[in-house]
């Protein structure tokens, strides 16, 4: 099996991340996946931004949860991009590629599962470094596809995976070994590291057989 491509937060590299140019750009690119990040705004929807500090990639300040959409929708990236909501994104996507979204802030396992009751032909891989999280989620919905994220501790990621009959663990790639992925292959779980950009370490992780690799530049897996 060839391994999956998958744009970090878009196209990161090559445009503002998490914004619908970057992702339009990683498709352009021909990526097998592309994964955002989510937060609840005050108002209840979910936007698409990775820092819940809104002043660390925006003309915003304060916090994504204290900002109504309207007040969201106002600011823009450093590039002048306007911030998009996890509607706008599967609009976009629909079924071209996997979207992994990624639940960065506390409870947003179930409006992302009501929002996704409207896209029923999108192909989604949820994913968090929130046990708690993906715990309501595998409550609400016993088959959507989960990944456990990981960046200090392989092993606890293995159990919490096998706990919860995820499709894959996410770990950071200075953490896995061939021994690791054997593990999680022999248990039908996929290793999807990230973020990957030097050529040297994408040939390095090939090698290893991870399934996937997360990058700002697509292009160069």
Same mark, same amino acid.
């Given at each position: 099996?060839?391994t ?7 196209a990161? *590299?090559? #445009?503002?991340?998490?914004? !619908?140019?970057? %992702? +339009?750009k ?5 990526v097998?996946? @592309? ?25 915003g300040? *304060?916090? #994504?949860?204290?900002?109504? !959409?309207?007040? %969201? +929708? ?8 306007? @911030? ?7 609009e976009?996507i ?10 960065k ?20 891989l ?22 456990v994220?990981?960046?200090?501790d392989?092993?606890?990621a293995f ?30 779980i ?5 973020t ?19 990058s ?6």
């Amino acid at each position: 099996m060839a391994t999956l491509k998958i744009g970090h937060r878009g196209a990161k *590299g090559h #445009v503002a991340e998490n914004t !619908l140019e970057s %992702i +339009k750009k990683a498709i352009a690119l021909k990526v097998d996946m @592309i994964e955002i990040d989510v937060h609840l705004c005050k108002t209840g929807e979910l936007v698409v931004i990775h820092d819940e500090e809104l002043g660390n990639t925006t003309s915003g300040n *304060g916090m #994504v949860g204290d900002k109504s !959409l309207a007040q %969201i +929708k106002s600011f823009r990236t450093k590039e002048g991009y306007q @911030i998009p909501t996890l509607a706008e994104v599967l609009e976009l996507i629909q079924d071209k590629v996997i979207l992994n979204i990624e639940l960065k802030g506390e409870g947003t396992a179930e409006p992302v599962l009501k929002c996704l009751q409207k896209y029923p032909g999108a192909k989604i891989l949820i994913s968090s470094f929130s046990f708690n999280e993906l715990m309501t989620l595998r409550s609400l919905n016993p088959e959507i596809p989960v990944a456990v994220l990981t960046e200090d501790d392989l092993s606890m990621a293995f159990l919490q995976a096998r706990h919860l009959k995820a499709v894959a663990v996410n770990p950071y790639y200075r953490m896995v070994n061939r021994d690791f992925i054997a593990d999680c292959h022999r248990n039908n779980i996929k290793v999807y590291v990230w973020t990957v950009n030097k050529p040297e370490k994408i040939k390095k992780l090939k090698s290893l057989d991870v399934d996937g690799i997360f990058s700002d530049f697509p292009d160069r897996l």
